[in-house]
Nanobody, 126 residues
Framework: QVQLVESGGGLVQAGDSLRLSCAASGSQFSRYAVAWFRQAPGKEREFVADISRSGNSDYADSVKGRFTISRDNSKKTVGLQMSNLKPEDTAVYSC????????????????????WGQGTQVTVSS
């Protein structure tokens, strides 16, 4: 089982870029898929992106073309590069992980993901 810690959040202006990082501790990180979710005040938590253990990625339509998820198994980290940020991207961003087998399809549902970090705040001003 892995433990997750997010970092990199902050206050930026619309159009700026920001990179979030999700650092994992524990063993067998390379066998985990990792996802990013976000939750804005008063709104439901929503899927942002995920990356499989083989490196395949999936994005929510709202961030496709602006956000890029990547992983470095040697460092046990997953990054979320966010560009052209918009005020509607303001939220607490959390990473989540699940131990998977290679053929397991991933899900955008939050309850698919077993381990969660505590979150990092991203605020985009207009």
């Amino acid at each position: 089982q892995v433990q997750l810690v997010e970092s990199g959040g902050g206050l930026v202006q619309a159009g700026d870029s920001l990179r979030l990082s999700c650092a994992a501790s524990g063993s067998q990180f390379s066998r985990y898929a990792v996802a990013w979710f976000r939750q804005a005040p008063g709104k439901e938590r929503e899927f942002v992106a995920d990356i499989s253990r083989s490196g395949n990625s999936d994005y929510a339509d709202s961030v496709k073309g602006r956000f890029t998820i990547s992983r470095d198994n040697s460092k046990k980290t997953v990054g979320l590069q966010m560009s052209n940020l918009k005020p509607e991207d303001t939220a607490v961003y959390s990473c989540a992980a699940r131990h998977t087998i290679l053929t397991m399809p991933l899900s955008r549902a939050a309850d698919f993901w077993g381990q969660w970090g505590q979150g990092t705040q991203v605020t985009v001003s207009s």
